[in-house]
């Protein structure tokens, strides 16, 4: 048990930053890509080139956060029942796999299409060839995926919010 003796175990500063910046740009990635507008449009350019100015952050800023949870693990988790924390467990996994995955299969759609990926202020960059089959492939992934995890982020986000006003534990809290 927890007393004040022993105060709450947090995630670290650097971990609580990351886990929160990529929300947020996984957040203005979705946005932009719902308000992106039809083809050809001014509009469609700007929210295209966000879409991917964000998607690309989010990678970076996994990698980043993925070295540092080697370097700093994270706390353990708050007492539960053993199906909840494997379930916790689960969807942090698959988390993880998302915001990693997701934006590399953006890329790949662009550069399988014959394009290269646009970084709005900075360049261009290409990272295969083109190939029209895969292009149809991680294009289907890219946007099943992206549709797929609204789900789990909402079930992810009802979870913490549940743990702290429902359960009242410490959860929410240690990634503030
Ligand atoms: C976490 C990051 C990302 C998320 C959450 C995300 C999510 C999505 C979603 C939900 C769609 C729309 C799917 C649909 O129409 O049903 C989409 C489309 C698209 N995304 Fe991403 N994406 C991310 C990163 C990227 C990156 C980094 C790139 C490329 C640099 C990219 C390129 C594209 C393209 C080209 C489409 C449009 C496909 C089309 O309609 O032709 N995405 N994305
Ligand atoms: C794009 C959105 C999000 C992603 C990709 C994401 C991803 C993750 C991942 C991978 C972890 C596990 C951390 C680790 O053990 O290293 C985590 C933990 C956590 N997330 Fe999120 N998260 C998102 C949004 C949210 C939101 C909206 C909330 C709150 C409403 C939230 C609250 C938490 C909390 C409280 C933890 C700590 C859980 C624990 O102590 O076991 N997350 N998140």
């Not at 927890?2 to 979705?30: E, M, N």
């Not at 099943?144 to 743990?163: P, R, S």
């Amino acid at each position: 048990m927890q007393t004040a003796a022993f105060p709450p175990q947090r995630f670290s500063r650097p971990a609580q930053f990351l886990h929160w910046a990529i929300f947020l740009l996984v957040a203005l990635a979705y946005l932009a890509i719902e308000v992106r507008g039809p083809k050809g449009s001014a509009s469609r350019i700007f929210w295209s080139a966000t879409h991917y100015w964000a998607g690309i952050s989010v990678l970076a800023l996994s990698v980043i956060r993925l070295c540092w949870r080697f370097y700093q693990p994270p706390p353990a988790p708050e007492p539960d029942t053993a199906i909840l924390l494997f379930l916790a467990k689960v969807t942090h996994l698959m988390l993880y796999i998302f915001i990693i995955a997701q934006p590399i299969l953006g890329i790949l759609t662009i550069n399988f299409g014959g394009h290269p990926v646009t970084l709005a202020g900075l360049g261009s960059f290409t990272i295969v060839s083109p190939n029209h089959d895969l292009r149809d492939t991680v294009k289907w992934l890219h946007e099943t995926l992206g549709n797929a995890f609204y789900f789990v982020i909402g079930l992810h986000a009802l979870a913490a919010l549940w743990h702290h006003f429902v359960k009242r534990d410490n959860t929410l809290r240690r990634m503030l």
